[in-house]
């Protein structure tokens, strides 16, 4: 038996008046993802826990079959795991951004998504200046690590939520912070007048004169997938969160040539990829960042687009071919609600639909937001959904 779970993250909406009332699923041409719901027994699932607030990292851990609030100990590890570092045991890992300060202001969480090959340069300087009793790794555009032994209980801001602040005012607070706050202080005069920024600064683009450590933790101690469900699998995502949980699960961490994480995505090749990789291992997930990306921009054009490009190319791609691999499962859900309205994550749960070739099917006949509570799962915890697919 196969097992397939394909994640359209952020596609869940709620009705939109230029819609007519409907949804974005509901309002788009969806037949594969209407198809594994006629055809299958349709739920809803609580991806996000109360006390979390609903970031990708943690609605993944919940569909991976990972409880968040056992397991997630914050970006940074996930970080760590993504590219590549190894934690010790009384290691803190930082999710540490490089971000552009103006006149004392946080001006942008990503200092104008700056190149990796720029940033790798400035985060081996400030990792020469500043290395001493820390280590800073450089990561993917603006996203890097910093990994220490202190300030496991500093209250950091994530950048992206300060925009516009000022610096002063969002510092690190509470136990060992002035750790952090003199390293994020010492960045400045090395970063600033790095090459890489007088460059920067000459093409009239956001310079990268500041880091920036949030979402610190230690390694999650996480038993890896086969432990849990007695198979292999692996995962395909282009967004390094989800690179990093996988790496923690022990999955096999496939990298898909044109994997953009972006509207631009290459969906046809994620589902060659994955079908090449049931050949070997039991169990694939293909997570898919475009509707959530429409979403943050509110773009309902785009969100649309991004849904049938996942049903067509991704669902259908899949579906088209699963068959010569015997029996299987098939799960699709998207990882939470990502609002046009809104424009951000929300917690409501989200509707999934599970075909098995070998089960009988439920009485929803298409998959969206509403037709789902008519399930005959009703309403599910996430991270039980796997278990209940496996079994
Ligand atoms: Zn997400």
Not at 58 to 68: C, E, F, K, Q, W
Not at 360 to 387: I, Q, T
């Amino acid at each position: 038996m196969k097992f397939i779970v394909l994640v359209g993250d952020g596609m869940a909406d709620y009705p939109i008046q230029e819609l007519g009332g409907l949804t974005p699923l509901q309002a788009a041409d969806t037949p594969n993802m209407d198809f594994i719901a006629k055809h299958g027994r349709n739920g809803v699932a609580r991806t996000v826990p109360d006390s979390m607030a609903p970031g990708s990292d943690v609605a993944n851990l919940s569909i991976m079959g990972y409880d968040p609030v056992k397991y997630y100990s914050g970006r940074g590890p996930l970080e760590a795991g993504s590219i590549g570092v190894t934690l010790e045991k009384d290691d803190i890992a930082f999710r540490c951004n490089l971000i552009t300060e103006k006149d004392g202001i946080l001006a942008d969480y990503s200092a104008g998504h700056i190149s990796s090959d720029e940033a790798r340069i400035l985060i081996e300087t400030v990792d020469r200046e500043l290395g001493t009793s820390c280590k800073f790794h450089a990561g993917v555009s603006y996203r890097h690590l910093l990994v220490m032994k202190e300030c496991e209980k500093s209250v950091c801001t994530p950048p992206h939520d300060v925009v516009g602040q000022s610096i002063e005012d969002v510092l690190p607070r509470g136990e060992n912070s002035k750790i952090l706050i003199d390293l994020i202080r010492a960045s400045k005069p090395i970063l600033e007048n790095n090459e890489i920024n007088r460059k920067r600064r000459k093409n009239g683009k956001n310079v990268a004169n500041l880091i920036w450590p949030w979402g610190q933790g230690r390694a999650p101690n996480m038993p890896v997938f086969r432990e849990m469900f007695g198979i292999s699998g692996s995962i395909i995502s282009a967004v390094d969160l989800l690179k990093g949980i996988g790496k923690y699960a022990g999955l096999n961490i496939i990298n898909v040539p044109g994997a953009t994480g972006y509207l631009d995505t290459n969906f046809s090749g994620k589902a060659d990829y994955a079908l090449r990789s049931l050949e070997e291992r039991d169990f694939i997930l293909v997570h898919v960042e475009a509707p959530d990306e429409a979403g943050h921009m509110g773009n309902l054009e785009a969100k649309m687009k991004a849904i049938e490009d996942f049903d067509k190319k991704v669902v259908g791609g899949m579906l088209n071919e699963l068959g010569g691999f015997g029996d299987y499962r098939i799960l699709i859900l998207p990882d939470h609600p990502t609002p046009i309205s809104v424009r951000t994550h929300t917690r409501e749960p989200v509707p999934f639909a599970i075909y098995s070739s070998t089960e009988s099917a439920d009485y929803v006949e298409r998959f969206d937001e509403s037709a789902a509570k008519e399930g005959v799962f009703g309403l599910v915890e996430g991270h039980c959904l796997l278990r209940m697919m496996i079994k």
